[in-house]
């Protein structure tokens, strides 16, 4: 091996050595240990019956230093995540989790009846909704209740189509939704009036949209959608649609 | 961990073999006179707390140096680690240890069973607590506060300079803990229960 290459591969060497903590070490999650935060609430089913064995836990994320995330609760590759406490609901449906409050993170989201790795219930008979953008500012006296949240039998499922025509270009077939009710994978966000909802299945097109939801039958629903910005302020529009036994088509002529 | 306390143990006790019999037993007045204690923890805890409620006990350590006696009260500064596993996430989040930091002054009284071997001393040990959550490399925060505790050892002579002994310890643990008024207290008063065995090497 020539002076020259070993010289190379010792720069080479050093230069690891010196960047790899630099990369490593700035996107972790950080937490404050003598900040202890209280999430508590309780599931029921759509008869508003308590459901007991339900998971639930609190899912913490942070982006990394080249970006944010493109999804609403997922942190992007070079970030750091975790599910930082977890329980299952007891016999009256109740829920307590307690864990450090973080310092640095950029969203905190409460999953209920979600395949994840600590889940120890996961239920697939029943519906499962994640609840997302919980800020600092939404904990109070150090705990957040979030009530009663309904998830349903899947045996109770339809499908909800909605199609949204005559979307402005500037929008490439994409705006803020949501669709309040018994929706399976729902995607709440905890502080805005409306949010994108995951299980939009397309074709996108410039001027249209189509959204496909798992929803319980027997219900009114109530989706929010974006129909313009007015001085620089987002206004939105509400429609109900009453679900029954069958699938449901609804069109939106924006 | 066994193996390293005991291999400690040992080399301190060749290097006071040499001078044992030069050391000259105190008499009944303040003295420095220095003696080590090493052992080894089997942690617990007790009452309504995150620490016995969210966590289970796996091992610790700890040493203390003797510093001054007085009539037969001994002084001494100290360090303990105790580890713990944490067994409910919902209290104690989703962290795989709870490692509880003791540096405490002890003060131990010695009580002479037979005025040979055995030796009974009630003590007490005050100072400051520090409590590490981490999981792996990642830490989950730090707590720190005050630490007090009441306890007994029971010290058996194997040679001059070299006794087994046990203890018995609870500590009352006040950490630096913010939490709503419901569940403050859960976090901030711990108690601790160890139990430790170890040598003691030097002179009383």
């Keep these: ?254 | 961990m066994k193996l390293y306390t005991i291999l400690l143990a040992l080399s301190l006790q060749c290097s006071y073999a040499q001078t044992t019999d030069s050391i000259a037993k105190p008499v009944d007045k303040l003295a420095f006179n220095t003696f080590l204690k090493v052992y080894y923890t089997f942690p617990g805890a007790s009452g309504d707390n995150v620490l016995n409620k969210g966590n289970k006990g796996t091992y610790g350590f700890g040493f203390e140096m003797n510093l001054i006696s007085y009539h037969k009260f001994y002084l001494a500064g100290g360090y303990e680690f105790s580890g713990y596993a944490v067994t409910n996430a919902a209290l104690a989040s989703n962290i795989e240890h709870t490692n509880v930091n003791n540096y405490y002054a002890r003060l131990l009284h010695q009580i002479p069973v037979d005025n040979t071997r055995l030796n009974v001393s009630p003590l007490i040990t005050v100072g400051a607590v520090m409590i590490h959550q981490k999981t792996a490399g990642k830490s989950y925060g730090k707590q720190r506060g005050a630490a007090f505790g009441v306890g007994t050892d029971i010290d058996f002579k194997l040679t001059e300079a070299v006794s087994l002994f046990g203890r018995a310890r609870y500590g009352f643990l006040y950490n630096d803990v913010t939490a709503n008024a419901q569940y403050e207290k859960f976090f901030s008063n711990l108690n601790q229960f160890n139990f430790s065995l170890g040598l003691k090497v030097g002179v009383d």
């Design chain 1, 1 to 254: 091996m020539s002076i020259k290459l070993y010289a190379m591969i010792k720069k080479l060497f050093y230069l690891v050595l010196v960047c790899f903590p630099l990369t490593s070490c700035d996107d972790r999650l950080d937490y404050i240990g003598t900040k202890k935060i209280v999430f508590e609430g309780r599931i029921v089913d759509e008869n508003n019956l308590p459901l007991d064995n339900i998971d639930v836990s609190v899912y913490v994320t942070k982006n990394g230093s080249t970006g944010g995330s493109w999804f609403m609760y997922v942190p992007d590759s070079r970030g750091d995540d975790d599910i930082i406490t977890y329980t299952t609901t007891d016999s009256n449906g109740y829920y307590r989790m307690i864990f450090p409050m973080p310092r640095d993170q950029d969203n905190i989201a409460l999953f209920i009846n979600q395949d994840v790795k600590t889940s120890t219930h996961y239920n697939p008979d029943y519906s499962n909704s994640i609840i997302t953008g919980i800020k600092p500012e939404n904990i109070i006296d150090y705990g957040l209740d979030s009530g009663e949240q309904k998830i349903f039998n899947l045996d109770n499922q339809t499908e909800l189509t909605v199609t949204i025509n005559n979307m402005p270009l500037y929008y490439y077939g994409y705006i803020d939704i949501e669709l309040a009710g018994l929706v399976n994978n729902g995607i709440y966000d905890y502080n805005l009036p409306a949010h994108f909802n995951y299980d939009i299945t397309g074709p996108y097109e410039d001027t249209s949209a189509h959204y496909v939801f798992k929803v319980a039958k027997n219900q009114d629903v109530v989706f929010t959608y974006n129909n313009g910005i007015i001085n620089g302020v987002s206004s939105y529009a509400q429609t109900t649609i009453h679900i029954g036994n069958e699938p449901v088509n609804y069109i939106i002529e924006y």
